[in-house]
T-cell receptor, first 114, second 115 residues
Framework: QKEVEQDPGPLSVPEGAIVSLNCTYS??????FMWYRQYSRKGPELLMY????GNKEDGRFTAQVDKSSKYISLFIRDSQPSDSATYLCAGTAYSGAGSYQLTFGKGTKLSVIP | DTGVSQDPRHKITKRGQNVTFRCDPI?????LYWYRQTLGQGPEFLTYFQNEAQLEKSRLLSDRFSAERPKGSFSTLEIQRTEQGDSAMYLCASSLSPLGEFEQYFGPGTRLTVT
């Protein structure tokens, strides 16, 4: 079992829809949870992160973490065609060697249709 | 542009050749990571530097791979005797310790194709 599981999709929604993207994780040591957006053949772009359980909102994006169920969500309101990309969730914890290496899911490919 | 830069963006090489990639992190960032991403997968951690010290290596980093970060600035990743299984996107990320060590900012990646 991978440490972070994510449905690869593809997910196709009409413009203006609310999008829900989800991941589950198995590593109880994870403290920070990140969402990255990756356009085709580009590097991942950090969208937002949360620490431990709770919600965080940034414009049209809301990230939620439920540590009791090991569930991570990203909601996109009023989705736009420019939101079409692959969304990667990741978890991290401080390692003994001092790094915060990220453990990613496979990514969910989202298409927002005009 | 003050983001992470990587060079080259694309590299095609024949099996058995050596290749070297360069990463220039965000200027004040003291932490640097290398990841590898294959098609349809998320990035996987390879190695980590704090300043010039390489402090962590993944089991994915075979002895054909070596990474350096002289003077704690740019970093290089070298692959010797490339194999077709090395074909992937190689991503570099940087972060700033201690305030934002978990906020990693990625470069555009170097896409390696081994023929």
């Amino acid at each position: 079992q991978k440490e972070v599981e994510q449905d690869p999709g593809p997910l196709s929604v009409p413009e203006g829809a609310i999008v829900s993207l989800n991941c589950t994780y198995s590593n109880s040591a994870f403290q920070y949870f990140m969402w990255y957006r990756q356009y085709s053949r580009k590097g991942p772009e950090l969208l937002m992160y949360t620490y431990s359980s709770g919600n965080k909102e940034d414009g049209r994006f809301t990230a939620q973490v439920d540590k009791s169920s090991k569930y991570i969500s990203l909601f996109i309101r009023d989705s736009q065609p420019s939101d079409s990309a692959t969304y990667l969730c990741a978890g991290t914890a401080y390692s003994g060697a001092g790094s915060y290496q990220l453990t990613f899911g496979k990514g969910t490919k989202l298409s927002v249709i005009p | 542009d003050t983001g992470v830069s990587q060079d080259p963006r694309h590299k095609i090489t024949k099996r058995g050749q050596n290749v070297t990639f360069r990463c220039d992190p965000i200027s004040e960032h003291n932490r640097l990571y290398w990841y590898r991403q294959t098609l349809g997968q998320g990035p996987e951690f390879l190695t980590y530097f704090q300043n010039e010290a390489q402090l962590e290596k993944s089991r994915l980093l075979s002895d054909r791979f070596s990474a350096e970060r002289p003077k704690g600035s740019f970093s290089t990743l070298e692959i010797q005797r490339t194999e077709q299984g090395d074909s992937a996107m190689y991503l570099c990320a940087s972060s700033l310790s201690p305030l934002g060590e978990f906020e990693q900012y990625f470069g555009p990646g170097t896409r390696l194709t081994v023929t």
